[in-house]
């Protein structure tokens, strides 16, 4: 199963891949395996200058949640999550009528 998501100059598959069926589990580790990757440099260099300052705030908050290992997470540096800046919650996957890729929603929390 192929999942897409864009968001701006974004564009990341999601492989989901399960040989006894896939399920829901499979689903969401995927989606949480791909953004949990590190930027690329390339990555880096598409984030438009205008939201550069809310990327690097996301990354920080992000190292500061993870207990015990704030160093460690910042050392690693940007993740693809943190180009999301608030939009990380799920609101579901649409497949196209036809033939087709899965794709990816994500939003901010409705407060």
Same mark, same amino acid.
């Given at each position: 199963?192929?999942?897409?998501?864009?968001?701006?100059?974004?564009?990341?598959? =999601?492989?989901?891949?399960?040989? /006894?069926?896939?399920?829901?589990?499979?689903?969401?580790?995927?989606?949480?395996?791909?953004?949990? @990757?590190?930027?690329?440099?390339?990555?880096?260099?598409?984030?438009?200058?205008? #939201?550069?300052?809310?990327? /690097? @705030?996301?990354?920080?908050?992000?190292?500061? =949640?993870?207990?015990? #290992?704030?160093?460690?997470?910042?050392?690693?540096?940007?993740?693809? =999550?943190? =180009? #999301?800046?608030?939009?990380?919650?799920?609101?579901?996957?649409?497949?196209?009528?036809?033939?087709?890729?899965?794709?990816?929603?994500?939003?901010?929390?409705?407060?």
């Amino acid at each position: 199963m192929l999942i897409n998501f864009n968001l701006g100059p974004f564009e990341w598959e =999601v492989d989901v891949k399960n040989a /006894e069926g896939i399920t829901c589990r499979d689903v969401f580790k995927a989606i949480h395996k791909t953004f949990d @990757e590190q930027l690329t440099l390339y990555e880096k260099k598409l984030i438009p200058p205008h #939201l550069r300052r809310e990327c /690097e @705030e996301a990354f920080k908050l992000r190292c500061k =949640v993870v207990p015990g #290992l704030e160093a460690v997470e910042f050392r690693k540096g940007l993740k693809r =999550v943190d =180009v #999301l800046y608030d939009g990380t919650i799920f609101q579901g996957l649409t497949k196209p009528e036809s033939d087709g890729d899965w794709t990816l929603h994500l939003g901010k929390w409705p407060f």
